[in-house]
């Protein structure tokens, strides 16, 4: 499967950004998707994940009301939106899939700025 991420760029600090990835190859209903973020000298480190069985969301503690992460499998596609954006969520923001078989999919990542 190959994933592309778009919708980063820059925003304020309180303000809100879309991320949407974009799958191809094979459809990802029956699988998980979601976003780990990357930023500068720092390891990656999870966000947020789709379950596909129930279609329920998980959120790490840091983001947890402020973003909302959704799957549309009629379009092959996962989004974030990023409400209230503060200083600590800039990074490189990665897609990702879990396969039911196989390897973790990466997208190539979108960057997010915040500026104050």
């Known amino acids: 499967v190959q994933l592309v991420e778009s919708g980063g760029g820059l925003a304020q600090t309180g303000g809100s950004l879309r991320l949407t990835c974009a799958a191809s190859?094979?459809?990802?209903?029956?699988?998980?998707m979601g976003w780990f973020r990357q930023a500068p000298g720092k390891e990656r480190e999870f966000v947020a994940r789709v379950w596909w069985p129930t279609g329920a969301a998980y959120y790490a503690d840091a983001v947890q009301g402020r973003f909302s992460i959704s799957k549309e499998d009629a379009n092959n596609t996962v989004s974030m939106q990023m409400n209230n954006l503060k200083p600590a969520d800039p990074g490189l923001y990665y897609c990702?899939?879990?396969?039911?078989?196989?390897?973790?999919?990466w997208g190539q990542g979108t960057q997010v700025t915040v500026s104050s």
């Open positions: 990702f899939e879990d396969p039911q078989v196989g390897p973790r999919s």
């Open positions: 190859g094979r459809t990802v209903g029956a699988n998980d």
